[in-house]
């Protein structure tokens, strides 16, 4: 049995300030929606919120992406201590752990047809960023939403995603640091090719 390194990570290393529960803030927004009877104001409601329902889908891939980016940095570490993880010692329900990541699919498509609806506009759904979603769900299922996960050693990676090597790895971490400071984490997409073997 290998001995855990003395190094401690967080198991958010800052992205969660920038990201929020998409299912639950849309789910407000479209209430609010459906309080206007009238096409044109729920229209004109819809144009004032479009941006900031953007800003929440964006943020949320760039959650899922810095994740698993996050883990194949913390996996190119060797053996380390993990310290924050909401998720330990709970129950696992595989159902619960995957319906964010799956709520989060299907509204690619939805916000598709509403930004065609309510504003005549195109939405077009990056397939990229339906991948990193799906790579995501891939990933907690894999983990058993983390209920165990204690060290690096505790983490599975998706088969597509490989722990990069070193230099690789630094170029991760340092661009993680970036966007944790940003609030852009879409930015990730710089160097998701470190890891992502398609």
């Not at 891939?61 to 698993?68: D, K, Q, Y």
């Not at 190119?76 to 595989?94: F, M, Q, T």
């Not at 065609?116 to 799906?134: A, D, F, P, R, T």
């Amino acid at each position: 049995m290998s001995e855990i390194n003395e190094k401690v990570y967080l198991f958010d290393p800052g992205y969660a300030q920038h990201t929020t529960i998409l299912s639950i803030n849309l789910e407000y927004i479209y209430l609010n929606l459906s309080q206007y009877r009238n096409l044109g104001q729920k229209k004109m409601q819809f144009k004032m919120v479009y941006p900031k329902i953007l800003k929440m889908v964006d943020g949320n891939v760039g959650f899922c992406l810095g994740s698993l980016l996050w883990a194949a940095y913390l996996k190119s570490e060797g053996d380390v201590k993990i310290e924050g993880n909401p998720c330990l010692g709970g129950e696992y329900d595989e159902a619960e752990t995957v319906e964010e990541a799956d709520f989060s699919i299907e509204y690619f498509e939805q916000l598709r047809k509403d930004a065609k609806y309510y504003l005549g506009q195109n939405y077009e759904i990056n397939s990229e960023h339906v991948k990193v979603v799906e790579l995501y769900k891939e990933f907690i299922t894999l983990n058993k939403g983390f209920t165990t996960t204690r060290t690096s050693n505790d983490i599975i990676l998706p088969a597509s995603i490989s722990v990069p090597a070193k230099e690789d790895a630094e170029k991760i971490y340092t661009k993680i640091q970036e966007v944790v400071k940003s609030g852009n984490l879409l930015d990730l997409f710089e160097v998701f090719g470190l890891a992502y073997k398609g």
